[in-house]
């Protein structure tokens, strides 16, 4: 088992940045893929980023490219999201999540192994 714990969400203004992380525990995440998804009330949970074992390979959600990074050290088996220009519209609850699938935007949410119980991150203007 992996258990995955977020940190880093609260409250900031539009235009501000945030980073998140992800802290995995117990068995090894070596060759996990790593992501983050997001879910605002209302609506279902999104795909928002992931990054491969290697971080060779990175996918974003068209409305976060440019804005947002992931990356991960896997020595220290955390994985962040660097949030910038933060918009109204990416306040949500964001959670972690790791995998042996590919990491890849189409990959079903149901093919991740792992999930984190969720951040909140509420942008106000």
């Known amino acids: 088992q992996v258990q995955l714990v977020e940190s880093g969400g609260g409250l900031v203004q539009a235009g501000g940045s945030l980073r998140l992380s992800c802290a995995a525990s117990?068995?090894?995440?070596?060759?996990?893929?790593m992501g983050w998804f997001r879910q605002a009330p209302g609506k279902e949970r999104e795909f928002v980023a992931s990054?491969?074992?290697?971080?060779?390979?990175?996918y974003y959600v068209d409305s976060v490219k440019g804005r947002f990074i992931i990356s991960r050290d896997n020595a220290k088996k955390t994985a962040y999201l660097q949030m910038n220009s933060l918009k109204l519209e990416d306040t949500s609850v964001y959670y972690c999540?790791?995998?042996?699938?590919?990491?890849?935007?189409?990959?079903?949410?149901?093919?991740?192994?792992?999930w984190g119980q969720g951040t909140q991150v509420t942008v106000s203007s």
């Open positions: 990054m491969s074992w290697t971080g060779g390979f990175t």
């Open positions: 999540a790791a995998g042996a699938a590919p990491p890849a935007a189409a990959t079903p949410q149901a093919s991740w192994d792992y």
């Open positions: 117990g068995r090894t995440v070596t060759g996990l893929a």
